[in-house]
């Protein structure tokens, strides 16, 4: 009888987390800022696409459009990749992956079950450490921003 009111009780409350994490589909796109040559932006773009998330991207000219005033009240650390949503912006290429992903209803991504969301978010935060990084340093080196060891 115990295990069988637990039961209920896991239950009762994944419905609960999964009711909060709906979020609700925009009409109008949500804009993605970028920059020319931004290695985090195709992972959103394509996400987006698989999602049916509506995205419109604006490529800005780094260290000029990401300085203006109305960016910088957008953004004010100034960082891109940047998405803009209806109630706000985000920042972190990863941020706005989960993001896309919740909103994303008809890829049924998130909000599943609260383990499976977390091993989606366990992948992500895998392919920052283990992907981006080693790549942003190769390619760094490859343009000649960083010299690396012998």
Aim: glycine share 4%; with cysteine; net charge neutral.
């Amino acid at each position: 009888m115990a295990a069988e009111k637990a039961e209920v009780e896991v239950a009762a409350t994944h419905i609960a987390c999964s009711t909060m994490a709906t979020i609700p589909r925009a009409s109008e796109p949500l804009v993605l800022y970028t920059f020319d040559g931004d290695v985090s932006a195709p992972k959103i773009i394509v996400a987006a696409k698989y999602c049916a998330v509506k995205l419109k991207v604006e490529v800005l000219v780094r260290g000029k459009d990401d300085c203006t005033p109305e960016f910088l009240a957008k953004s004010p650390s100034g960082k891109l990749p940047l998405l803009q949503v209806r109630d706000g912006c985000l920042s972190q290429s990863n941020a706005i992956l989960r993001h896309i992903g919740r909103a994303g209803r008809p890829a049924d991504i998130y909000a599943r079950t609260v383990i499976e969301d977390s091993q989606i978010d366990s992948w992500l935060d895998w392919s920052m450490q283990d992907l981006d990084r080693p790549r942003s340093t190769l390619l760094y080196h490859a343009l000649g921003a960083i010299v690396l060891p012998p």
